[in-house]
């Protein structure tokens, strides 16, 4: 069955706009396909939602696409710069970028002497719905949207936050941050620069080992001197409107909070992908799939960057995700000769 001419017809869509979405969408091009990229927020979301003023630990040359170079003056690119960088790349390559749009769902086309195997279907925040029938679809989607939730009484209350931005809002405040990685590291220096009370609880024994270098002895020098409490061993089980109950070394501890941060992670978004039938691995949470061609068991949808790597977001970044959309573009073309050589 064909598609109707209400239905925008395309090589490839890709869903998610971050940098491996759009390396997916230029790599596409390259080879003669067209494409359109979808995100339910702005480009490159995920690297929106960061601190405002986070340093990436990756160079800015292993953060590249496109061909593009990525060029800062400063050893490390910060938020901004990406942020302005990928609008860059975009825009060279003039990628069809549908901004605040979401995937609502994947089907199949019955093939009937069309190549056509996928209908998009879509609803933007000022476009309505749209349909999109495609080759192929890219599942490109981060891993920012499903955060990983404590599941304690109270986690709903709209003092507790599951992501972090900028320490503005905390000056004066009691801040609870939960977790011993990154992002809570970064969360606490600036939010205590910015004048909070901080407490770090973290189920661990010390913070996390991954913790950026240059980073670190600022962390534990304040730390060592008391202007950020730290607890280590110790959980969160409840939170209340002015306090977290923690449970640690020294039992039950209810600790004065009038802002919560749970920086503990997020869990890959793989709905749209079960929904279409591929299968995902219990254990490690990894989409079944081929890593020469990023091509899952279900002809025409792929995967590309972090949703990868399941349950472990470190495995994939985008400078070992960014080539993912040459490897994809490759097994299209490859699919489509193929077909055509069978008919």
């Not at 067209?34 to 929106?48: E, L, Q, T, W």
């Not at 990756?58 to 800062?72: D, K, N, W």
Request: negative net charge.
């Amino acid at each position: 069955m064909a598609p109707s001419a209400a239905v925008e017809v395309v090589d490839v869509v890709v869903v998610g706009a971050g940098p491996c979405g759009l390396a997916c969408a230029i790599a596409a091009q390259r080879v003669g396909l067209s494409a359109v990229v979808i995100d339910r927020g702005p480009i490159v979301s995920g690297i929106a939602s960061y601190p405002t003023f986070m340093s990436f630990f990756s160079t800015a040359e292993r953060l590249s696409i496109g061909g593009v170079p990525f060029i800062v003056a400063t050893d490390k690119p910060t938020r901004r710069d990406a942020l302005a960088y990928y609008r860059g790349v975009a825009s060279f390559h003039a990628l069809d970028v549908r901004q605040y749009e979401t995937v609502l769902e994947i089907v199949s086309i019955a093939v009937d002497e069309t190549p056509l195997r996928w209908m998009v279907h879509t609803r933007g925040r000022s476009v309505g719905e749209r349909q999109y029938a495609a080759r192929a679809v890219v599942v490109a989607t981060g891993y920012f949207g499903k955060p990983n939730r404590l599941g304690v009484p109270g986690e709903a209350l709209p003092h507790v936050q599951h992501g972090y931005t900028e320490g503005h809002g905390a000056w004066n405040e009691s801040v609870v941050i939960v977790g011993g990685a990154n992002s809570a590291v970064d969360a606490a220096l600036d939010m205590y620069r910015a004048g909070a009370r901080v407490t770090i609880v973290h189920f661990g024994p010390e913070l996390d080992k991954n913790v950026k270098p240059w980073v670190r002895p600022e962390i534990m020098a304040r730390i060592t001197e008391g202007s950020i409490a730290a607890r280590y061993q110790s959980r969160v089980i409840a939170i209340e409107p002015d306090a977290v109950v923690i449970a640690g070394p020294d039992g039950e501890v209810r600790v004065t909070a009038t802002q919560v941060y749970a920086m503990t992670g997020y869990l890959p978004e793989t709905g749209l992908l079960e929904h279409v039938g591929v299968p995902i691995d219990a254990v490690t949470g990894v989409p079944h799939h081929d890593s020469a061609t990023m091509a899952t068991p279900v002809e025409g949808i792929y995967l590309a960057g972090v949703i990868a790597s399941g349950f472990d977001a470190n495995k994939i970044f985008i400078e070992n995700g960014r080539d993912h959309g040459d490897r994809i573009a490759a097994s299209i073309v490859g699919r489509m000769s193929s077909s055509e050589h069978q008919s």
